[in-house]
């Protein structure tokens, strides 16, 4: 993808200079720039970071539920039918 940009005269003389000593082009240090900006400004969240909110807690409910939930289902018709 092609982007321009406009610079002051101030700030190109300085990203040339930068770039003629470092040996890179003036492209890559604007990209290296962008890169590191983007990251301390926006930085990629893991999927379980943008989900956590929505996930239950580890202490939510009884740990044996898969193996028990027909117990814990009849337990909760008969409290409901012997209110």
Known sequence: M????RLDPEL???LARAAAQTGR???ELV???LREYLARV???KSPYELGKDLFGSADAGPT???ERRKDYLTESLRA???R
Do not use: G, V
């Open 42 to 44: 926006a930085p990629r």
């Open 31 to 33: 990209k290296a720039s």
């Open 80 to 82: 409901k039918h012997d």
């Open 64 to 66: 044996d539920l898969a």
């Open 12 to 14: 190109e003389a300085e």
């Open 2 to 5: 092609t982007l321009s940009i």
């Open 25 to 27: 082009s003036k492209s």
